[in-house]
């Protein structure tokens, strides 16, 4: 590989672009779920999530300008993994926002733990590493300040109840 190019990947990775550790060394654990679940307290990385099954949701969204399309684990999904036996999930950020969300609304709605936006991890900075999206362009049901709220980013932890 030329110098040029070693330098080009070099830089690639301190921007994060398409590397785990954007999320840490990907080894690191990004999301905890606890609850009324199978062993009280199940903690993830991003390969974790991955290795689940991911799915894509292209939308718009009030934070962004465009379509964008996000990848990531259907809620549905993660609490069938983690047998998630209660109707409320609290979601809960790293800046400390919370809010409680009916698991119905999650697994109906189609919501999406997104941990890439158009192919790239997200840095804290860049509201990640999840953003828990709904698919808003797919019911106008959705874009309401209800689910707005529920869309939580920098997600850290979820408790069932
Ligand atoms: N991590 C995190 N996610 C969050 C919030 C927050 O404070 N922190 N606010 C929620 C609320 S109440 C709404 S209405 C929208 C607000 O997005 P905005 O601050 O870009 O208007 O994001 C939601 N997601
Ligand atoms: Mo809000």
């Not at 409320?88 to 936006?117: H, M, Q, S």
Request: charged share 20%.
């Amino acid at each position: 590989m030329s110098v040029i190019l070693r330098m080009l990947f070099a830089l690639a990775l301190c921007l994060g672009l398409s590397d785990p550790s954007a999320a840490g060394d990907g080894k690191a654990i990004v999301l905890t779920v606890e609850g009324n679940i199978e062993g009280e307290r199940q903690t993830f990385t991003i390969a974790d999530l991955e290795a689940m099954g991911t799915e894509q949701v292209t939308t718009t969204t009030p934070w962004h300008d465009g379509a964008v399309t996000f990848e990531g684990v259907a809620v549905a999904r993660l609490l069938e993994h983690v047998k998630a036996k209660g109707e409320t999930a609290e979601v809960t950020a790293l800046n400390a926002y919370f809010v409680d969300i009916p698991t119905e609304d999650l697994i109906r709605n189609g919501a999406v733990l997104a941990l890439k936006r158009d192919g790239n991890y997200m840095a804290v900075t860049d509201k990640g590493p999840l953003f828990l999206i709904y698919p808003f362009d797919a019911n106008p049901a959705l874009r309401t300040e209800l689910h707005y709220s529920r869309s939580v980013w920098q997600v850290s932890s979820i408790a069932i109840r």
